[in-house]
């Protein structure tokens, strides 16, 4: 056999290999990973379910429920720190409701609860409390418009704003106890 073929087919497969760990790792490194929000969202979901559960079960009054829940929405906005801004939206239909979380400096708001959207002027840790209209309410977050239902019992719904690489992603959710 060829010692001198087996060498040029042993550097070509080396050559080759090196060649496609660099191409990898040069993929891997550019390619932008934008934020999942999935387990954020999991977490907050459960944590919400739970409670909801709770305020059904032990006959919990509305301000303590409001209680729980502006603490709740604390807890998110200290995780999270500055890196994200959160919004809890929380209430039942034909009611007062409360919107509470961090917004930056950049970012514009606005609450509408039936009569039009209203700013939210704020910046940092906020709390405002709203009287809705009936049982629709959203928020116009930067131009993009998310639109809750509020049906009878206490409802919760959610914003979580991000910005990275210089792209901004918003993920939304909630839910709802119609046993109250």
Same mark, same amino acid.
Not at 3 to 25: D, G, L, N
Not at 72 to 89: H, P, R, T
Not at 142 to 158: A, I, K, L, M, W
């Given at each position: 056999?060829?010692? @001198?073929?087996?060498? *040029? ?5 080396? +050559? ?11 993929? @891997?490194?550019? =390619? ?9 969202? #999991? ?7 739970? !409670?909801?559960?709770? +305020?059904?079960? #032990? ?9 729980? $829940?502006?603490? !709740?929405?604390? =807890? ?14 929380? /209430? @039942?239909?034909?009611?007062?409701? &409360?919107?509470?979380? *961090? ?5 514009? !708001? +606005?609450?509408?609860? /039936?009569?039009?959207? &209203? ?16 049982? *629709?309410?959203? $928020?116009? !977050?930067? /131009? ?19 910005? *990275?690489?210089? #792209?901004? +992603? ?11």
């Amino acid at each position: 056999m060829n010692k @001198k073929a087996q060498f *040029y087919f042993i550097a070509a497969i080396v +050559f080759a290999s090196v060649f496609i760990a660099i191409i990898t790792i040069s993929n @891997k490194a550019t =390619s932008p990973n934008p934020p999942s929000f999935s387990e954020e969202g #999991e977490r907050i979901e459960i944590e919400i379910s739970f !409670l909801l559960d709770y +305020f059904s079960r #032990e006959s919990i009054s509305d301000e303590n429920a409001k209680n729980i $829940l502006v603490n !709740l929405s604390n =807890s998110y906005v200290q995780k999270f720190g500055e890196d994200k801004e959160i919004f809890f939206l929380f /209430g @039942k239909n034909n009611s007062l409701i &409360t919107l509470t979380g *961090y917004k930056g400096e950049e970012t514009e !708001l +606005f609450i509408n609860t /039936g009569s039009g959207d &209203t700013i939210v002027s704020e910046t940092g840790r906020f709390q405002n409390n709203y009287t809705l209209a009936g049982k *629709y309410s959203s $928020l116009v !977050l930067d /131009g993009s418009r998310y639109n809750f239902t509020f049906y009878p019992g206490q409802n919760v719904y959610y914003l979580i704003k991000s910005s *990275y690489n210089g #792209e901004i +992603f918003i993920s939304n959710g909630g839910t709802s106890s119609s046993n109250q």
